[in-house]
């Protein structure tokens, strides 16, 4: 089994900035990629950021800019850099991971979740 822990989250103004980790433990081999997916109360969860295992990172149109995600494959731990937050990225954020627990063979996982709120 595998764990994601996010940390991070808090409250914040509209302009500030926000750190999130997420650290992977358990029975695994390695991470394949990893990201972070956020769901505002109301709203589906959405994609923000993913990056590979060779650091190829995909961000959504709306955090273009303003955040940065990144990893550190020795710590398997992935990381979100939010700066200029708006109220409208007022969501739980959400780590994900494609992991390779056997051989060739990947599960896909989910942390709980970290609460960020940007007020306005």
């Known amino acids: 089994q595998v764990q994601l822990v996010e940390s991070g989250g808090g409250l914040v103004q509209a302009g500030g900035s926000l750190g999130l980790s997420c650290a992977a433990s358990?029975?695994?081999?390695?991470?394949?990629?990893m990201g972070w997916y956020r769901q505002a109360p109301g709203k589906q969860r959405e994609l923000v950021a993913t990056?590979?295992?060779?650091?190829?990172?995909n961000y959504a149109d709306s955090v273009k800019g303003r955040f940065t995600i990144s990893r550190d494959n020795a710590k398997n731990t992935v990381y979100l850099q939010m700066n200029s937050l708006k109220p409208d990225d007022t969501a739980v954020y959400y780590c994900?991971?494609?992991?390779?627990?056997?051989?060739?063979?990947?599960?896909?996982?989910w942390g709980k979740g970290t609460l960020v709120t940007v007020s306005s």
């Open positions: 994900n991971a494609d992991a390779v627990v056997f051989g060739i063979t990947t599960r896909e996982y």
């Open positions: 358990g029975r695994f081999f390695s991470m394949n990629a």
């Open positions: 990056i590979t295992r060779s650091e190829s990172t």
